[in-house]
Nanobody
Framework: QVQLVESGGGLVPVGDSLRLSCAIG????????MAWFRQAPGKEREFVAV????????YYEDSVKGRFTISRDYAKTTVSLQMDRLKPEDTAVYYC????????????????????WGQGTQVTVSS
């Protein structure tokens, strides 16, 4: 069984930065996909960023490109999300997710494809 625990959320002013971390407990496949999603009040969960094993690039939702960076350590124990130049519309609960294989590009953005989820961490950006 795989457990995911997010941390690093908080309340910050517009333009500030936060770094979210997701600690991965248990064993995941050497071929895997790791992602961040977010859910704002009254809205559906949406894709933010994803990185796959064996891939040299990451993929981002358009509104966070150039501001957010996803990364992971090679021991596969942590996936992080560096968030810079935060905006009020970034306010949401942020979730990390893992799929135990390398998803195809067309599937990366869909929450239904991910097997494991953390409990979420709140990010609030005040204007």
């Amino acid at each position: 069984q795989v457990q995911l625990v997010e941390s690093g959320g908080g309340l910050v002013p517009v333009g500030d930065s936060l770094r979210l971390s997701c600690a991965i407990g248990g064993r995941i496949s050497s071929s895997h996909t790791m992602a961040w999603f977010r859910q704002a009040p009254g809205k559906e969960r949406e894709f933010v960023a994803v990185i796959r094993s064996g891939d040299s690039r990451a993929y981002y939702e358009d509104s966070v490109k150039g501001r957010f960076t996803i990364s992971r350590d090679y021991a596969k124990t942590t996936v992080s999300l560096q968030m810079d130049r935060l905006k009020p519309e970034d306010t949401a609960v942020y979730y990390c997710a893992v799929h135990n294989s390398r998803l195809v590009l067309s599937a990366l953005r869909f929450a239904d494809h991910y097997d494991y989820w953390g409990q979420g961490t709140q990010v609030t950006v005040s204007s």
